[in-house]
DNA sequence: TATGAATGAGCGTTCATTCAT
DNA sequence: TATGAATGAACGCTCATTCAT
């Protein structure tokens, strides 16, 4: 499992090594059970390469979780294409993290489970991807109230005037909870195994986009076409 | 912070002392960080007798999550009763579960960060007790199915007969994402204070009832008056 | 096996339990393996109230060693007849010696293997008991010359002038190689089993007493008939 | 005493000098009591280099005890010959393994007083050394019987048939009352001081060949010249 | 006579990190 | 560019021993 053992390879290929042999030790044992030397074997170099490269076991684990992260909020971000409507926007972007997640299951077990884990300056990191994240489902629920239009016809009987009630206060808490659901989806799709992710990403758009009440009165949403 | 050094106590005692003081810390650093002699400080007394109470650190942190499991469970059990409707045993619930997960944050953090971080003594210990949730969820999906009836009268056109069409295998993934929603939130209300578990419990009651598409088209959910 | 729990002894025989308890935690473990906790469960008593009749694991040691250093030499003694002839009280020796040590395995264990193995404390224990031992058979050594007569007709040819020839110095050699020879054939009867006293005895008495080249030449000692 | 402390050697050295310094704290202390720290010391480097070449405290007093046992075995094989008679083959071996353990006085503490003290991976190790040992004297033993022939005219009087006389089962007592002599004598020869190799041979040879009986009688067994 | 409660000190082991080449 | 040699500091755990009753 171990990289083959080449010698005298060009830095930037060998840091490269390191950061894969680091996910994987960092995912399945945590950061502080995983070891300098089991990382650097799996490497295939010496520790003090690593060290001379990635300078401490803190900065290693930093530079693990800004490429990961990097790479998960690149694969979202191409995904969603801002001409499209709010609901399409929502259900490419949700397709595009299960399927990056699934991909990538070690790198989301570190950002997911781990790096939350431990003090200051991982948590920042990750802080920020999520900030983003947050962010960007925000920003889609404005531009949802904006978009869509017409109300139930039933409704609470209320009429179309209580639209865009959504206090800016909520919105917060309703992007955490669509981004805390898709986080424990990522890592129950991982480990269930057997899931696609578009059926991942279909379960979630239908409880978050349509609600319970909705699911069981019988609406539902529908994925496009492919 | 660390418990005033009393003398003499009864074993019992001491021994939920010990308990409280590892909710802490392993809170705080997580069980590999973690370490036995700060346990021992903050419980107010020497590491052996730790040893004689608990046994080891892995023993010490089963019973952490036995205990603090145990005590949430309870907490939602007792609140939810099973001749109300559906959409009133989600609020009871989830108003129980935020609210105690509120009041014990360091527990919650144990329990949701940390315990399934680590190796099967651990992750069997958090498995039954989200197993249990999971489960009361699911039942409260089909329940609802039953007891709710008439659809939206307009919906995507399809008239009452597509109610109860949740695939077995869909509801899994619902009941996960719920579940999950529902962990994020209470870590992020813990983080991020000033909300309380009433508000809390509101959004993910209108996020995963009635859904983003219906809150954007003006329909919500209103908790009862008390 | 360990004692039943009785309460409210008299001193005398609690402190007897503790030191059989403590001999075979001894035996089995060694001295800096043994622990006090092992002793005083298997004693049935708890730890402090072996502290207040022993005072310390040394001190207990140092009482185990007495006791069965002291019970061994007893046997012995009781066996040997001073109005006897050489051989013959050699052989009484041997028997009780053997004897004795196949009944106190344990005992035998910690005064052979353990005592010695551990600081001035214990070793003086031991070697007064070598002492001892050493002396009779030096003694038996010096009234076999007195006792016995004629040499052997051929020998190496240089007639009966040469006996008690044994250089003083030399004497202690011999006695240290039978008491070698003894200490390590009773370990060895012990762990191999099936082998009695009677025969242990019989073996060294040959070897000794009459020697490998008289063995081979066809000479032999005779155990007395009972 | 300890080592000096010469820094960066390379890796076969340093190992032995841990190795000795083993030795001298097991021999000393005995296993249980031994400490790392104290071997990591007179070994001058620290613990963790240990722990990096033997692995482990048991690992370490594997590798000695391989190492010790070897030796000793060694230096005695390579003083017998084949083709002498039986009894300068015995004189050879003892004179050999009397050298050896007054050379090297606390590798044979270590063989003989502290490692068959400890459960099987080490007595395992010991108990080959000392099969090979008595297989040895074993097949002098037999081979005596052949070589030799008259017996002692006089005797008990009971003519040459009874020669060759040796159960198979008593010749195993024999070895071992001869390699418990020669062990002892070692140890004592050691700790006595002021007896050359020579001296303890000479005894055990006399005391084991020639007999007390045959001593006291005024017959001797005599080194060969040189 | 007897014990539940408690600890200071130490041990085997591991780890992140550096030095010298 | 790359590594073999080496360590300070800490951790999980145990033990002989005492205190208060």
Redesign the interface.
């Known amino acids: 499992m171990g990289a083959v053992k080449t010698k005298r390879m060009p830095r930037a290929v060998r840091e490269q090594q390191m950061l894969d042999a680091a996910v994987r030790i960092f995912a399945q044992r ?4 995983a070891s300098m030397d089991d990382i650097a074997e799996l490497a295939g170099v010496s520790k003090p390469l690593v060290y001379l490269y990635l300078n401490s076991k803190e900065d290693l684990f930093s530079a693990v979780i800004r490429r990961e992260a990097g790479a998960l909020t690149a694969a979202v971000r191409a995904a969603v294409h801002p001409e499209r409507t709010a ?1 399409r926007r ?1 259900w490419d972007g949700l397709l595009a993290f299960f399927t990056h997640t699934a991909r990538h299951p070690d790198a989301w077990t570190v950002l997911h ?2 790096a ?3 003090g200051e300056p991982f948590a920042a990191e990750v802080a920020a991807m999520r900030a983003e994240t947050v962010a960007f489902v925000t920003q889609l ?1 404005a531009a ?2 904006r978009d ?1 239009g ?7 009987g ?9 206090a800016e206060q ?1 919105v ?3 992007a ?10 990522a890592a ?1 799709a991982n480990s269930a195994g057997r ?1 696609t992710a578009r ?2 990403a279909a ?2 758009m ?16 529908s994925p496009p076409a492919e």
């Open positions: 945590g950061y502080t059970a609901d929502l489970l781990h939350r884990t431990h629920v949802a109230a869509e017409a109300p139930c016809s039933g409704g609470t209320s009429g179309d005037t209580r639209r865009v009630r959504l909520e917060a808490g309703i955490e909870a669509l981004v805390g659901a898709a986080e424990s989806l129950w899931v059926q991942t379960t979630l239908n409880v978050a986009w349509t609600g319970l009440g909705g699911l069981v009165a019988g609406r539902s949403w």
